[in-house]
T-cell receptor
Framework: KAGVTQTPRYLIKTRGQQVTLSCSPI?????VSWYQQTPGQGLQFLFE???????NKGNFPGRFSGRQFSNSRSEMNVSTLELGDSALYLC?????????????FGQGTRLTVV | KQEVTQIPAALSVPEGENLVLNCSFT??????LQWFRQDPGKGLTSLLL???SQREQTSGRLNASLDKSSGRSTLYIAASQPGDSATYLC??????????WGAGTKLIIKP
């Protein structure tokens, strides 16, 4: 069965631009979470979507937003890009929400802001 | 606020050795504790998930334990192989189902 697919894999953007990243979860999975990974801050939670509703949001500015569609695919958007937004953005899908469910991660999107 | 710490930050051992990676957390009210591995430039692969009511989980050469009272989890790798070289991350799940991550231990297995 297909894993979590993130597109694009690599992206270079200029400061001030905006970017949209996509995540297709494993078929049947309804929960999608997004994380930012940087060498300095490590892995940080961005947000979680379940059944098209944002259930949880991390401590990031409003420039970071996301949504989930009826087929569980999710997108995240970053507006007015800053150099500090350069990071590996990871998406994880789970069958449902809850402590007993395993998270499966995609390969990530490497965003470079210049 | 939950804080997750992994010590050491890096570890290099000869092939064939058994080894233990450590993960500590400050708030014992966790919903689960998960171990992942990350290969360079890649995403995360789930290794083991221990729910709060469990004490350990095993998968092949891997064994993870959880002691909530002391705020510790350990990942035991038996008979290490060069293919085990990766960064190992632990994460605890809080009441909002949010994962709080450690900084990881970079493991190098020397042939």
């Amino acid at each position: 069965k297909a894993g979590v697919t993130q597109t694009p894999r690599y992206l270079i953007k200029t400061r001030g631009q905006q970017v949209t990243l996509s995540c297709s979860p494993i078929s049947g999975h309804r929960s999608v979470s997004w994380y930012q990974q940087t060498p300095g801050q490590g892995l940080q939670f961005l947000f979680e979507y379940f059944s098209e509703t944002q259930r949880n949001k991390g401590n990031f500015p409003g420039r970071f937003s996301g949504r989930q569609f009826s087929n569980s695919r999710s997108e995240m958007n970053v507006s007015t890009l800053e150099l500090g937004d350069s990071a590996l953005y990871l998406c994880a899908s789970s069958l449902v929400r809850g402590p007993g469910t395993e998270a499966f991660f995609g390969q990530g999107t490497r965003l470079t802001v210049v | 606020k939950q804080e997750v710490t992994q010590i050491p930050a890096a570890l290099s051992v000869p092939e064939g050795e058994n080894l233990v990676l450590n993960c500590s957390f400050t708030d014992s009210a966790i919903y689960n504790l998960q171990w992942f591995r990350q290969d360079p430039g890649k995403g995360l692969t789930s290794l083991l998930l221990i729910q709060s009511s469990q004490r350990e989980q095993t998968s092949g050469r891997l064994n993870a334990s959880l002691d909530k009272s002391s705020g510790r989890s350990t990942l035991y790798i038996a008979a290490s192989q060069p293919g085990d070289s990766a960064t190992y991350l632990c994460a605890s799940m809080d009441s909002n189902y949010q994962l709080i991550w450690g900084a990881g231990t970079k493991l190098i297995i020397k042939p």
